[in-house]
């Protein structure tokens, strides 16, 4: 791979259109060109491709997959169809950077993984979170002790989230995998990505047994703590607070995708580019470092990010999964 | 009873001198008369009267119980010695307000306030939060539904704390007895005092085994979760956030003795009077709010603070036992 890095865009729907005006605004703009995009309809593909000036509009992924001008395919459709999404693209040997969840459940992650592996092809779940200039100066005072050791991390995220995607079973909704992979990704961050020793959770469902709310306790070596609350239902803090034996830091809203921070009582600050074509969510200017990120990983010829490498993408797939058989959430994909 | 009501002050420790100190310096000083101060030793008693003017000072508590023109003892012993001075006081006929926990453990708690229905004197575990007026206008506000239904409470209260009477477990210590009972008591709050359906908690506990650090999640009917962090090892945040389905209240640090709040984005103070003798603990001038709670209770004729029934002071008592269960926490008390 060289740059620019050709992408495809796997659906139209409002996280891509993020995606790609990310892309667009960012001072990384050159390194990169947005080759297709590609919905379930003409129309929606071919008006996505107007907005933002992509040369190619398809029905259907398989387009995506047959086209030689694609690098990498940006792969954003819900969440019951990351899976097949996913293996038909590693299989035609496309690189691929999935949103989260990566798969419904363990199997479905293990299954995309291993077919990536196998097919010797990069595959990253785009915790965008992880690629944040604030989180990885997070990950760096930590491992150099700048807090000294930290024993408590807590993490809040909801709001009232109506989308059927979101709420629905059979479209793979739910608080845990729609926002709480979020929460448990920056919990695995302020402890290193070590594996909790011990996880505790209750919530409560929809009346169709989808979580709404969930809250939960990882508990991991040496008493070390982390908690999180979720829901679909109300608006929560929206934050996190790491602390250590030797301060805190907090990470304001939104911690999934943070502009400020405070570490220690210094206020640390990152300004997002503006766009004149509207943002569908909070902060998304930010998806524009997890783009360039996986072009940087595609130069250098890696197959996995480093810093959302599979082991982690895994652990956080198996930490979801134990909390939602005690909450007795079952998916269809689960059978 | 009538004003100004005649207190006994029992040990001449830092929480009784910050409860002097606050009546000292309160609007409410004229219905207030401290009357004597008991410690184990006559040169702390002595000290303790000097400072602030109080005409006697005893060795022994037993001499409050003895003395005629007092009303009310305020029992500020550490936790152990609860049980002993709330019984020997309420069987000589005496009004007690005593520091929280009221007893070690449910069968204590049971045992004082038996003993004081039995005797028909008046009993109050000192939870000065309850009497707060932040809180009490966080509680109206709630009863009102100005934030709609409250689905999630989350707080912390985390310190290095060192004093034996905090760590060493037969001087009663633990993050539980010595902290979590505000955390406790503010979510009880929030969930209008019902008592939980369901409560899971995991923590870390010293080599003699007592908690150091405690997360738990309690949860109420119809889905409504409160989870709470302590540590008396570290620092943590010390807020309390309320998240209801049309708004949040957020009690700011220390959550347990409020001078602001905010409420649906609205801040609220109140201006707590300085002191020119060094309080002990953050906001401890907000003690006076307790004291005068306690003085209109025994005006009135009452045996029970209706902001700090017994029923509730019981069921944190309940709350904090199972949680202890959980961790493997036991006291000599236990037994």
């Not at 259907?60 to 954003?76: M, S």
Request: hydrophobic share 45%.
């Amino acid at each position: 791979f060289k740059a620019p890095i050709r992408w495809g865009i796997a659906s139209a729907g409002l996280i891509s259109s993020d995606f790609v005006n990310a892309i667009d605004i960012s001072p990384y703009k050159a390194d990169h060109e947005v080759v297709a995009v590609a919905a379930r309809s003409q129309a929606k593909a071919e008006e996505f491709a107007k907005t933002f000036g992509i040369k190619k509009a398809y029905v259907g992924y398989e387009r995506l997959a047959e086209d030689p001008d694609i690098d990498v395919v940006y792969v954003g459709t819900i969440n019951i169809a990351h899976l097949d999404n996913c293996l038909m693209l590693i299989n035609a040997g496309k690189s691929v950077l999935c949103e989260k969840p990566m798969g419904m459940n363990v199997k479905e992650t293990k299954q995309v993984l291993e077919a990536a592996q196998a097919k010797n092809v990069f595959v990253m779940e785009a915790m965008w979170t992880r690629c944040n200039p604030l989180q990885l100066k997070i990950q760096e005072d930590i491992k150099n002790g700048v807090i000294g050791d930290v024993m408590q991390a807590n993490v809040t995220f909801g709001g009232k989230m109506a989308a059927d995607r979101i709420v629905k079973k059979d479209l793979g909704g739910g608080s845990l995998l729609v926002v709480g992979i979020y929460a448990i990704y920056v919990l695995q961050m302020a402890f290193g990505d070590e594996v909790p020793e011990k996880i505790i959770a209750t919530g409560n469902k929809s009346s169709e047994g989808v979580d709404h709310s969930v809250s939960a306790i990882l508990q991991y070596k040496n008493g070390k703590m982390g908690c999180f609350s979720l829901s679909t239902q109300i608006a929560l803090a929206n934050e996190a607070h790491i602390f250590g034996t030797d301060g805190q830091i907090k990470v304001g809203i939104p911690m999934w995708a943070p502009s400020h921070i405070n570490i220690k009582g210094k206020e640390l600050k990152i300004n997002l580019p503006e766009s004149k074509i509207k943002f569908n969510f909070l902060n998304s200017a930010a998806l524009a470092f997890e783009a360039e990120h996986v072009r940087e990983c595609l130069c250098n010829g890696l197959k996995q990010s480093y810093l959302v490498p599979h082991s982690i993408t895994l652990t956080v797939a198996e930490i979801m999964e134990n909390i939602r058989k005690q909450l007795g959430v079952e998916y269809p994909q689960d059978k």
